[in-house]
């Protein structure tokens, strides 16, 4: 094997080309949002989405290292948030709990965190054209056929209007949080925010190791829960590992060991890339300073730090 054969394949990098064709198509005043989601493939916790949103006006010089933010470090992470949020025309990071999760199924989870973030974004007098979403399934907008008797997540209001949000057009772009810069910003803002939310939640429950695990699959966290069971904050619809039966890293809020909303209609392949991204997102023990970071979920920021 040659050494071009076994060399890395290069780390796809961000650009501005698919939001200023959205942009043109759209005319003037247009706003194209970005969005992405985590702690999809948690065991505990909420999910949360963030949305970014860029206009004409951007600044066509994006924050110095921006990147998908699986592919960042804890610390790059948190030096971004300032810059991303100066850089966009606005932008917000909304959650569904655990039980919200439990009760809706996962896909219906981040749709209602999606447009909970976009109501708030809606609330400032900011509504995008578009949004690009990341991966290839469509799980913001409403489905074209609802299951029968399946849950179906509340009608969102815009905050200070009382009426009830309307889900812009979606664009899915696979690889999107990697390869469009508006994406990239959600994703870093939304994983920044649930890592904060979750290093806060450590101590209340210090026996998960959230504050390392962030939610996710690991042997401190799947060793408590065989010993402790699980708490109020896991997704107890999913079969969790050492929690009776065979051990499933990532249950589905569903009977049999299905993956994380297969019950939903969703796909392994969602994002272009098999199960890691979103399952195994953080699970690599990183801390996250909260003090920092809790910001990145305060609701909706516009024009900029």
Sequence with gaps: MTAANTRRPKRLKPTRVLERELLAGLGDGAFVAGMDEVGRGALAGPVSVGVAVVSATTSRRMPPGLADSKLLTPQAREDLVAPVRAWCTASAVAHASAAEIDELGIIAALRLAGRRALAELAGAGVVPGIV?????????????????????????????????????????????????????????????????????????????????????????????????????????????????????????????????????GWSPDEAGDGWGASLDEDADGWGTTADDAAAAGAGVLVGGA
């Design 132 to 264: 690009i979403l990341d991966g290839v399934h469509d799980w913001l907008a409403e489905p074209a056929q609802l299951e029968l008797f399946a849950p179906q997540p509340p009608a969102v209001l815009v905050p200070g209007t009382g009426e009830e949000l309307r889900t812009p057009p979606v664009r899915t772009q696979v690889k999107g949080d990697a390869r469009c810069a508006v994406v990239s910003a959600a994703s870093v803002l939304a994983k920044v925010a649930r890592d904060a939310l979750m290093v806060g939640l450590h101590e209340a429950h210090p026996r998960y190791h959230w504050a390392g695990n962030k939610g996710y699959s690991s042997p401190e966290h799947v060793a408590a829960l065989s010993e402790h069971g699980p708490c109020e904050l896991h997704r107890r619809s999913w079969r969790l590992p050492g929690v009776g039966g065979p051990d499933v890293v990532h249950g589905g809020g569903a009977p049999l060991a299905v993956a994380p909303g297969a019950a939903d």
